[in-house]
């Protein structure tokens, strides 16, 4: 997992690195630099293009000079550097680099007022403005500026994150920072990219390793973990020679009705090819020739008004939502499931028949695993006007009643019971179509099924769901959940130690 870190956790790593490492803090500025300069030249090799350099005057802006620098000596003739002189102050390196670039043949203006700011016929444009020193919204000059900047529609690459745009934190819709077409950012992605309003910011970032101390960055104390490959890796368990169908437990399915059979088509299809030993799929009589054509290797259990799930225990997973239909009939064979206190995969119209039940929420089993997506999630827990606000009710949630809740986006947050957001960093848009969800409920049932714990289950079941749609989507304009679900185990098989 890698630890992200704060604007100023990334200060104190900057601070603990200069201090503990040969490198003094200008060095560590040019390897920043550099580290742009290499992602920006395969981006745009065409050097003939005019880039015109915006620099503040702290080390964001230092950074700015030094990337001046570096794209002259790397065949970029028209390069033209804006220092932006709203503030007395200015960063010990910044003042260094300005005094190197005094010193060559770059271009150079000095900008005292936003309305000095004539048009620019630069085709690039770099921002350095503001970076993670970032302390109050932009206004006055500085905001009139960078509202210049965007009026001129260039493609505008930012040095570690957007001027304007706060790197973790509250995000509001009246964003009014630069519009990047790419941030390239310094060791770390910022924690707000993996919200839905950085789309306002920046379309792509891109993270550059600068040399920061690793060890330091990665012992920090941060309630907000990026899953990587090879973390999966190494929860992932084989399959055990002389295992058979009992090893790999007993998943039941509740889902479908008359009119969302899919649903519980989908779960129990993704269930089976996550690798339950057994699935069972409980759904209505309507269902059983579809479930028997589709799926033979899933059992049913027919469900009528009256069903309740006699020996639950005999299951090692119970997922219940997709597609079943809200009724009086379905929210007393909730509770009954509740009452059994085993922990429960609970999704879609389960989750539907919770928040017009707060008292039940109280009741859901410890480590019962929640999938919600932003409106059902808002019903659940209350309206919400942003992703920062919302996670922060979703990581306090988790902890409070002891569950896992998966929280749905692009970027799913998986909130644990201690406090710690695992943030997936796999899937993709070709992903957003009806049934994407049911897919997701029924891989995290198998992997349940599976004996992983109910974190482990929720943080493999995210990252294998969107790997493989990110596989599918390579020669696809969009991936429909039948796909992903057929193709889980080949993904998994590339990743299984
Ligand atoms: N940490 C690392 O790992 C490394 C970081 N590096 C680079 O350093 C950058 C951070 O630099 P930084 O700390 O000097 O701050 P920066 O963003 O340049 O701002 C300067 C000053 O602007 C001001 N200011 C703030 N908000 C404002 C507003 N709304 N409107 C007007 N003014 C405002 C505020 O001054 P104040 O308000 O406190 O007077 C602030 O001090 C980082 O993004 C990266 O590019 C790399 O070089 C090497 C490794
Ligand atoms: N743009 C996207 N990028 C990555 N994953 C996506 C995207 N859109 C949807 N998904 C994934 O698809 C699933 C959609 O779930 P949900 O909204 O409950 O769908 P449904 O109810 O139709 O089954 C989630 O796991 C989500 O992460």
Redo the contacts with the bound molecule.
């Keep these: 997992m890698q630890t992200l870190l704060t604007s100023t956790q990334?200060?104190l790593?900057?601070e603990f690195t200069i201090a503990n490492k040969p490198i003094a803090s200008i060095d560590?500025?040019e390897t920043?630099a550099r580290a742009f300069v290499k992602v920006f030249l395969r981006n745009e090799f065409d050097t003939n293009k005019s880039v015109a350099i915006f620099c503040?005057k702290?080390?964001?802006?230092?950074?700015g000079l030094a990337i001046a620098h570096l794209l002259l000596n790397n065949g970029y003739e028209n390069i033209k550097v804006y220092v932006i002189n709203f503030?007395k102050?200015k960063?010990a390196d910044f003042a260094i680099n300005l005094q190197r670039l005094d010193e060559s043949r770059c271009k150079k203006v000095v900008i005292d007022r936003a309305t000095d700011f004539k048009n620019i016929k630069a085709d690039i444009i770099i921002d350095a403005i503001?970076?993670?020193?970032?302390?109050?919204?932009?206004?006055g000059e500085?905001a009139e500026l960078v509202k210049q900047i965007n009026n001129l529609n260039k493609k505008v690459y930012s040095?570690?994150?957007p001027t304007g745009f706060f790197a973790e934190g509250r995000l509001t819709a009246d964003y009014n920072g630069i519009v990047a077409y790419k941030t390239i950012c310094?060791?770390r992605p910022k924690i707000s990219f993996f919200f839905p309003e950085s789309k306002l910011a920046t379309k792509s970032y891109e993270v550059v390793e600068?040399g920061?101390d690793e060890d330091f960055v990665q012992k920090q104390e941060s309630e907000f973990y990026l899953v990587e490959k090879k973390d999966i890796e190494k929860i992932l368990k084989p399959r055990e020679n002389f295992s058979h169908k009992g090893t790999y437990g007993h998943a039941l399915i509740i889902a479908g009705n008359s009119n969302t059979m899919g649903a519980a088509l989908l779960s129990s299809m993704a269930c089976l090819h996550t690798g339950a030993g057994l699935t069972t799929a409980c759904i209505p009589q309507s269902g059983l020739i579809a479930l028997n054509a589709t799926l033979p290797e899933v059992m049913a259990l027919p469900r009528d008004e009256y069903t309740r799930i006699e020996n639950p225990t005999k299951y090692q997973a119970i997922a219940i939502g997709p597609g079943l239909g809200i009724s009086a009939e379905h929210e007393r064979l909730l509770e009954s499931l509740f009452a059994a206190n085993l922990p429960l995969i609970i999704d879609a119209d389960a989750l539907n028949i919770l928040s017009e039940r707060p008292d039940l929420i109280e009741k859901i089993p410890e480590q019962s695993i929640l999938t919600p997506h932003m409106k059902e999630f808002d019903r659940l827990f209350g309206e919400h006007s942003n992703w920062w606000d919302r996670l922060q009710t979703a990581k306090n949630q988790s902890v409070r009643l002891k569950i896992v809740i998966v929280l749905k986006n692009q970027y799913t947050f998986v909130c644990s019971p201690n406090g710690k957001v695992y943030i997936n960093p796999t899937g993709n848009p070709a992903m957003a179509q009806g049934g994407m969800g049911d897919v997701l409920t029924g891989i995290i049932a198998a992997f349940v099924a599976q004996k992983y714990s109910s974190l482990n289950a929720a943080i493999l079941a995210c990252f294998v769901h969107g790997q493989t749609g990110d596989q599918l989507a390579d020669d696809k304009f969009v991936v429909t959940a039948s796909q992903v679900a057929k193709e889980i185990s080949g993904v998994i098989k590339t990743m299984v130690p």
């Design positions: 990334m200060r790593a900057d560590l500025m920043a503040g702290g080390n964001n802006g230092g950074d503030s102050k960063s503001l970076g993670s020193g970032l302390n109050k919204a932009l206004e500085y040095v570690d994150v310094f060791q600068i920061l």
